[in-house]
């Protein structure tokens, strides 16, 4: 596709619930990102995928967040036990893997607003 | 990572120049300065990335002092729909295990006033 994309825009779940967000990333981008941003504040990363693997996923709050890319393409973030505080809009991004000394412009989706009631 | 600090927000007229300055006194070695523009209901969008001195595209400025502890975002003649907010980000595109991780603050709210 053109861009980023994410699936659903808008999630509305109940407190304890169970839910998967989905990211496609632009063709050919190798690099895919989870970022997590609250009202009024700055993204927050969560995880990132170089490939199929999570090469960083030291932004995950707790183990109730697990993140997938099984074949180093789309991706789906996955909730468990949802809690109000969960409430954010889940970024994507997707980029070129660049090797060191290279610039790497990383591409946002529009995001999935989580509302958890 | 390095830990960047721009002003909260700014107010510019139409057809003004605007400069964003973003410090990052521990900036390493290998980091590179990269700013990104946000509109509400969107996702960040890349502006322009350097490592010092000045970059330019056809979108804005970026100034970066020989020490590289702080730069600025220079945007020429703001129109209403440059409002949004932009972020300075530090860190390095390759570290160690391969790991990019943008590190966002809350960035600068830009508004543009008629």
């Known amino acids: 596709g053109a861009g980023v994309s994410q699936t659903p825009s808008n999630k509305v779940t109940e407190k304890g619930k169970y839910v998967e967000l989905r990211c496609d990333p632009i063709?050919?981008?190798?690099?895919l990102y989870w970022y997590r941003q609250s009202l009024g504040q700055g993204p927050e990363f969560l995880i990132y995928?170089?490939?199929?693997?999570?090469?960083?996923d030291s932004g995950l709050p707790n183990d109730r967040f697990f993140a997938v890319r099984p074949e180093g393409s789309v991706s789906t973030l996955k909730i468990q036990r949802t809690e109000r505080g969960d409430s954010a809009v889940y970024l994507c991004?997707?980029?070129?893997?660049?090797?060191?000394?290279?610039?790497?412009?990383?591409?946002f989706g529009q995001g999935t607003r989580l509302t958890v009631v | 990572l390095a830990k960047t600090t721009q002003p909260i927000s700014m107010d510019s007229y139409e057809g003004q120049e605007v400069n964003i300055t973003c410090s990052h006194n521990n900036i390493a070695t290998n980091d590179y300065i990269t700013w990104y523009q946000q509109f509400p209901s969107q996702g960040p969008r890349f502006i322009i990335q350097?490592?010092?001195t000045k970059v330019t595209n056809e979108v804005a400025s970026l100034f970066i002092p020989a020490d590289r502890k702080s730069s600025t975002l220079s945007l020429p003649r703001v129109s209403l729909s440059d409002t949004a907010v932009y972020y300075c980000?530090?860190?390095?595109?390759?570290?160690?295990?391969?790991?990019?991780?943008?590190?966002f603050g809350k960035g600068t709210k830009l508004s543009v006033i008629p």
């Open positions: 980000l530090v860190g390095s595109p390759y570290s160690g295990a391969g790991s990019y991780q943008l590190t």
């Open positions: 350097g490592y010092k």
């Open positions: 063709s050919g981008h190798t690099a």
């Open positions: 995928f170089q490939g199929t693997g999570a090469a960083d």
């Open positions: 991004a997707s980029s070129i893997y660049a090797p060191r000394g290279k610039n790497t412009e990383a591409f």
